[in-house]
């Protein structure tokens, strides 16, 4: 049965075998080297030994021949060179004693021979002090006596040395042979190793080259669609990599089957939205249209595409159409825009525009929404011609009637009763709400339409504080209620008497609210770019959840409010319209049964602003 190894435990095959291989030659290697080293070293040792010997029987001979010729010529040079010689000799023994004490039989050899050459020594410092005494005979007998003794150490010394002679040369050629055959192992084992790697390596590559051709086949028929290949078996990594491959593929298989499906879904979802969408790409071109934008625009499906932005906008000066694409991002990104659409038969038709920016891997664009506001036109025409009825046909006949009503209660048309004159005040009084309420109802529709014109100037919110404060001062004082002004004065960029108007509805809807004898503050924090005026009151608070309301038209914190305290729930949705037409924004702050503050936010002028 195959090993089923990883492709890291094929690879340690790979190099362990090698190893193994040259760790056995490199033990033969290192035995060779050894037996190389050893001869070498015996070859020295010889080579020591015949030195040494060799010197010994040299300085030994020369010495005597040196006194003997120093006795015929008494010449001093001699005498030196004998002592130089005479005094090495025992060195010469010493040193030969010392490189054969690894041979016991050697070694006592040379001590004898050492006390032969001693005794040598002897019989020459002898015949030199009788040389020197003039008593030549006895000196010639000395070096007569002596010449024997030499002559044993001489041939002692040479039957030591021979047989270093022959180890030397045994040595020298078994040096030479290790030599020979350790270069012979390193070669066998270099080529060995070659060819074993070789093999090995080319026995694996075959089976990785397969399955790696077959990998890539895999990804080449995944990458056309084709089916793939069987799983590649094996427990190693490639085997590990086709079915991690596999896996992947189905993965990807499913997605995509599962992001066409979300395709399909996401196209009907665009293709049956009430509103209109519109792609269109960085350079102003349109992409796609859905069924509801191009009815709008009276263009057949597909036909729009490719066309340019701004053939659906009746424009003024459109210039390029990159730059009018510019112009409309500019103007609807993030916001809703109203514009004046171009239908493909040259009608034009109000609509309302919105731009995203998308951007996916392989495009980047504009998403556009477009919704035909045709219907809110007509609807805004008709709440016009609405507020124009009521203003002219409403309230002034409600004016007339109500000064009608104050000459009766002054008694212009004679005398009433108490409960007559009660009956007048009650009708008064409701006609003065109804045309509050209309009055409130025409500023609204100012705001919303645009026609209100802002006078905006520089100016002291002090002096608008004091207006403020005037026009409410009798509300006030009817309650008892003291109105607080921080001393402040700051300069603000608003139309002061929108400014008042706020102010006012704001104050006296504290007032409506506020217990008798308690008190209101009005007060301004400079901040660095607007100034936040409060208006703070000690009366019942607003609950939480009202506080998102209490802005909205016709919206009270409570049912009974408008029965018992009146107003029409338009005051602090007139309040927040004006304040948002001056750039600003307006909050409030509540703790039920602590108080209120209304705030909000003016700008403040910009340095060197003219005050005009």
Request: net charge negative; glycine share 6%.
């Amino acid at each position: 049965m195959p090993l089923k190894l990883k492709l890291t435990h094929k690879a340690l095959v790979l190099i362990s075998i090698p190893i193994v291989i040259g760790l056995v030659f490199f033990q033969i290697l290192f035995l060779a080297l050894n037996e190389v080293e050893s001869e070498a070293t015996r070859a020295e040792h010889a080579e020591l030994v015949l030195k040494r010997g060799t010197k010994l029987t040299e300085d030994l001979y020369a010495a005597g021949a040196c006194l003997v010729k120093y006795g015929l010529s008494k010449h001093e040079d001699l005498l030196a060179s004998y002592k130089n010689l005479s005094s090495e000799i025992p060195k010469e023994m010493q040193i030969l004693e010392t490189s054969l004490k690894e041979s016991p039989t050697d070694l006592a050899t040379a001590i004898k021979l050492n006390k032969t050459a001693e005794l040598a020594l002897v019989y020459m410092e002898e015949a030199r002090r009788l040389i020197e005494l003039g008593e030549d005979s006895q000196a010639r007998e000395r070096i007569i006596a002596m010449k024997p003794i030499i002559e044993e150490v001489l041939a002692g010394v040479k039957e030591l040395i021979k047989p270093y002679v022959d180890t030397k040369d045994y040595a020298a050629r078994a040096e030479e042979t290790a030599r020979k055959n350790s270069r012979n192992i390193v070669i066998a084992g270099l080529v060995l190793n070659v060819l074993l790697a070789a093999g090995i390596t080319i026995m694996f590559n075959q089976g990785i080259t397969r399955r790696l051709a077959t990998l890539m086949d895999n990804i080449q028929r995944f990458r056309t669609g084709a089916p793939l290949n069987q799983p590649i078996a094996g427990t190693d990594e490639i085997s590990s990599l086709d079915q991690t491959f596999h896996d992947m593929a189905a993965i990807i298989t499913r997605a995509t089957e599962q992001l066409k499906s979300s395709e399909a879904r996401i196209r009907a979802v665009i293709e049956g939205l009430p509103v209109g969408v519109i792609l269109v790409s960085e350079d102003g071109e349109i992409g796609f249209m859905n069924p509801k934008a191009e009815l709008l625009f009276g263009y057949a499906t597909g036909t729009s595409t490719s066309q340019p932005l701004s053939r659906l906008f009746d424009e003024q000066a459109k210039g390029s159409a990159s730059d009018f694409k510019i112009g409309i991002i500019a103007k609807a990104l993030n916001r809703i825009e109203e514009f004046t659409g171009l239908r493909a038969d040259g009608t034009t038709v109000p609509i309302e525009l919105t731009v995203s920016r998308f951007s996916g891997p392989e495009e980047k664009g504009f998403l556009i929404g477009v919704q035909d506001i045709t219907e809110r036109h007509e609807l805004d025409r008709m709440k016009q011609e609405f507020v124009a009825m009521v203003s002219h046909d409403l309230r002034a006949p409600l004016t007339s009637i109500g000064l009608s009503f104050e000459l009766i209660s002054m008694g212009k048309y004679g005398a009433l009763t108490d409960e007559g004159l009660k009956k007048v005040k009650r009708d008064q009084t409701n006609i003065e709400r109804l045309v509050a309420l209309i009055n409130d109802l025409l500023d609204i529709d100012k705001i919303e339409s645009g026609r209100m014109e802002l006078d905006l100037r520089v100016g002291d919110v002090h002096e608008i504080f004091e207006r403020s404060v005037a026009a409410v001062w009798d509300l006030a004082d009817g309650k008892g209620i003291k109105i607080k002004i921080a001393p402040e004065h700051f300069d603000v960029v608003a139309d002061a008497d929108r400014i008042v108007q706020v102010l006012v509805n704001l104050m006296s809807n504290s007032i409506k609210f506020s217990p008798e004898n308690s008190y209101i503050e009005i007060s301004s924090l400079p901040m660095e770019r607007s100034l936040e005026i409060r208006v703070t009151d000690h009366g019942r608070g607003i609950p939480a959840d009202k506080k998102d309301l209490v802005f909205e038209r016709f919206k009270q914190v409570s049912r009974d409010d408008a029965t018992k305290l009146g107003g029409s729930g338009l005051g602090l949705a007139i309040c927040k319209a004006i304040v948002e037409a001056h750039k600003g924004s307006i909050g409030v702050e509540s703790e039920e049964g602590i108080g209120t503050t209304f705030w909000f936010k003016l700008p403040r002028p910009l340095p060197n602003m003219d005050d005009a």
